[in-house]
């Protein structure tokens, strides 16, 4: 089974700096689908961004944007210019698609609670 | 399209009270997902429909747990007898499918807090 790791509870920025959060996941699939999810205190799950395991280049997303180290089985979040609004819960997940015998499952990381300070 | 919507938003019950909460999709999506977030378990799937069949509900806890999509519109998750180890916070999601990867981007709800004493 697959399973994702973040391994940073909670982390702090200030404004308008930079910060790299970290998910590593296991699996033995050659293709698969990373996400970050962002959880504000609203408590709505938002879609940050998406990668293909398939496709070398990371994606980007705005002031987002990964790095995504296939070998490594590592997938961390680049968020630049931080803003007080991005202050949130943010999670790793991973889906193995459909069309490789995958069952449209989401697993997720256990978060990481950033905050965004003035 | 108003996204997911899901009611409650909140519910506070007493032990062995039924619950039921209650999902609409965005329409046109063709599948539909519950998950369960809780401080020591964190996202689980609890089940998921696609075009309202139930496909997968081997992360329903238990008996007192089920779920329903009478048509494309609407699900319920039912708990009945609740107990306080019930207590989190449900949500609903919902997605098309990406014909062309095989993958689909997930819309949540806003969720609904469940609190049972």
């Known amino acids: 089974a697959q399973t994702v790791t973040q391994s940073q509870p909670e982390m702090s920025v200030q404004e308008a700096e930079t910060v790299t959060l970290s998910c590593t996941y296991d699996?033995?699939?050659?293709?698969?689908?990373l996400f970050w999810y962002k959880q504000p205190p609203s408590r709505q799950m938002i879609l940050v961004i998406r990668q293909e395991a398939y496709k070398q280049q990371n994606a980007t997303e705005n002031r987002f944007s990964v790095n995504f180290q296939k070998a490594a089985k590592s997938f961390s979040l680049k968020i630049s210019d931080s803003q007080l609004g991005d202050t949130a819960m943010y999670f790793c997940a991973f889906m193995k698609p459909i069309t490789q015998g995958g069952s449209e499952k989401l697993v997720f990381g256990k978060g990481t609670k950033l905050t965004v300070n003035p | 399209d108003a996204g997911v919507i899901q009611s409650p938003r909140h519910e506070v019950t007493e032990m062995g009270q039924e619950v039921t909460l209650r999902c609409k999709p965005i329409s046109g999506h063709d599948y539909l997902f519950w998950y369960r977030q809780t401080m020591m378990r964190g996202l689980e799937l609890l089940i998921y429909f696609n075009n309202n069949v139930p496909i997968d509900d081997s992360g329903m806890p238990e008996d007192r747990f089920s779920a329903k999509m009478p048509n494309a519109s609407f699900s319920t998750l039912k708990i009945q007898p609740s107990e306080p180890r019930d207590s989190a916070v449900y949500f609903c999601a919902s997605s098309p499918r990406d014909r062309v990867s095989g993958a689909n981007v997930l819309t949540f709800g806003a969720g609904s807090r469940l609190t049972v004493l």
């Open positions: 699996t033995s699939e050659s293709n698969y689908y």
